[in-house]
């Protein structure tokens, strides 16, 4: 990219710094976007690559539960599944990590004692956002003291829509403080953002504030996690990488229900981002009900059938 340069010192010391450069950067062709995104999505894979492609996606899924009516029984069957997600087959990988509300932080970290799976919680008045930077705060620690390995904060859409950058930037940089070891994940809601071009200024603004992952949506508003959207964020962190030297992972969540939109996913990382990014430490599938489709899928490619509809428990 020809207007990115590789200081970035003095990017964020005003709303015109940050506005010169986020509005400096190349512009998203809508149709190009959708038809690129719509053709990689056309790509087929052969079938042990697709028996590979499996077990990856479910080891970058973070399993998710998000709901007003979570309880700390829900939270410890959700661990139990991350860990085993075929009790029948140990083969079968463990996902990447949990993702719950902070107060239910304390319940995964207990059930996932030693197992290698992380801990995400969502933060900073999820889904919205729309609080003051002390109480965002607050949630933030109250995740990390609580355990938590990865923390899910949501920006200020209505600060990013009105231009108002710095205070985007500096909610994100005081979060990534709040973090201490925990690693932050950056969600834009983008299904908020309205152009492709606000998802790859949102997308290089968190980054520029210190994200560790930047994440499609909360999946609480739609569209979600689509395939162009996603593949302009993988754009933006492969240019960063060439601008910075810093890779930041990506996170679409919202909305991934199929093995065949996860392997899609996949297909898209390599063609768009490389294969740095097929890993867990750069790339998640945010999901609440993918697991069990991969492994249904998992099943059938090992037996050759389908197992009952019982036969997995419930995401
Ligand atoms: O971060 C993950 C999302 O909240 C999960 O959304 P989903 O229920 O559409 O899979």
Not at 71 to 76: A, D, E, H, I, Y
Request: glycine content about 8%; hydrophobic content about 45%.
């Amino acid at each position: 990219m020809s207007t990115v340069t590789t200081s970035f010192a003095d990017v964020a010391s005003s709303n015109v710094a940050l506005r010169t450069f986020l509005h400096g950067l190349p512009g998203v062709d809508r149709v190009g976007a959708d038809q690129r995104a719509a053709m990689l999505g056309t790509r087929s894979i052969k079938t042990t690559a697709k028996a590979e492609a499996i077990d990856l996606a479910i080891r970058m899924v973070d399993l998710t539960t998000l709901e007003g009516a979570d309880t700390p029984g829900k939270v410890r069957a959700m661990c139990a599944k991350a860990v085993h997600p075929d009790p029948a087959d140990p083969a079968v990988p463990k996902v990447a990590a949990v993702c719950v509300y902070p107060d239910l932080v304390a319940q995964a970290v207990g059930a996932l004692a030693g197992s290698g799976v992380k801990v995400a919680s969502v933060a900073t008045a999820f889904p919205s956002g729309r609080s003051s930077l002390d109480v965002k705060v607050a949630d933030t620690r109250l995740a990390v003291e609580a355990g938590a390995d990865e923390i899910d904060m949501v920006i200020d859409r209505g600060a990013f829509l009105s231009g108002d950058y710095v205070k985007v930037f500096e909610e994100i940089t005081a979060i990534k403080e709040a973090c201490g070891e925990a690693h932050l994940k950056v969600i834009l809601e983008t299904g908020e953002l309205a152009t492709y071009d606000n998802v790859r200024r949102a997308s290089w603004l968190a980054m520029l504030a210190g994200g560790d992952f930047i994440k499609t949506s909360t999946g609480k508003v739609q569209p979600a996690a689509t395939f162009p959207v996603t593949m302009v964020m993988l754009e933006a962190v492969r240019d960063f990488l060439a601008a910075t030297g810093r890779a930041v992972g990506v996170k679409p969540a919202g909305g991934i229900r199929t093995t065949k939109d996860a392997i899609k996913m996949l297909v898209l990382v390599n063609e768009v981002a490389g294969d740095r990014w097929l890993a867990p430490d750069l790339f998640r599938l945010g999901a609440s009900s993918v697991l069990n489709d991969l492994l249904m899928q998992r099943q059938k490619m090992a037996t050759g059938r389908y197992a009952g509809p019982d036969y997995f428990t419930l995401d």
